[in-house]
């Protein structure tokens, strides 16, 4: 299957060279490029791409009003978001995942980083390691907007099972380390998780980890004495 991959960024130069790599790419292609936020969503209208990626800061619209447009629209569900940034942005990160994306990698990534980080979202997983990084998402997402009164009904239909999955997710496990956490298999974990994300209309692990954080489901991150 050909991961099919929407570029969106002001920097003509950088999309060429991200068309370049995906395009070498055995099981992914280029389906379009766009210089701003409006154009992102327009084309993803138009081609229902797999995976957007998409830079923060770009004229007419940014990064992330695009991302949200793109991730509550019906007509795009399916569509995923990886976002472009430098790790200083925190507080860009965390607006961008509150919007739905479905992870962030730094623009300082390695080719091989990128192209696995584009599989990972396209399989539905959310992308948000480093540790430290996870850290300072549970930081920021630890003082969000209120949980929300729907999904906040929708908590009741969890399973105490499914309520420590949550919290792992949240932590930045996968299922495999959540299977191990638990001592249950990895196939278990992952039916865990996704029967969690169904009951919470959760469209990724990304947004299970928001919800995590906006639910007092998990805690924030320890922080180091100063």
């Known amino acids: 299957m050909t991961i099919r991959v929407l570029l969106a960024d002001d920097q003509a130069l950088l999309r060429g060279t991200f068309r370049m790599l995906f395009d070498s790419t055995d099981d992914m292609e280029t389906v379009g490029e766009a210089a701003n936020g409006r154009e992102a969503v327009d084309l993803a209208r138009a081609q229902h791409p797999d995976v957007v990626l998409m830079d923060i800061r770009m004229p007419v619209m940014d990064g992330i009003d695009a991302t949200r447009i793109i991730c509550e629209s019906e007509d795009l569900a399916g569509v995923k978001v ?4 430098t790790f200083e942005d925190d507080e ?3 607006d961008a995942l509150r919007a739905g994306a479905s992870g962030f990698l730094g623009k300082g990534a390695r080719p091989e980083e990128l192209i696995e980080a584009v599989r990972t979202v396209a399989d539905g997983e959310a ?3 480093p540790s430290a990084t996870r850290a ?3 930081r920021f997402l630890a003082q969000p907007d209120p949980c929300p009164t729907a999904v906040h009904e929708r908590l009741e239909d969890l399973t105490p099972r499914e309520r420590d999955v949550v919290g792992l997710v949240a932590l ?3 299922n495999d380390e959540i299977a191990g956490r638990l001592f249950v298999s990895p196939l278990t974990a992952k039916t865990h998780v996704n029967r969690a994300m169904t009951k919470l209309s959760a469209r990724d692990r990304a947004q299970l980890v928001v919800i995590a954080y906006q639910c007092g489901l998990v ?5 180091p004495a100063s």
């Open 92 to 94: 860009h990160v965390t």
């Open 172 to 174: 930045g496990l996968s």
């Open 219 to 223: 805690g924030p991150a320890p922080q």
């Open 127 to 129: 992308l948000l390691s």
């Open 82 to 85: 990886l976002i472009l940034t």
């Open 136 to 138: 300072l998402i549970g």
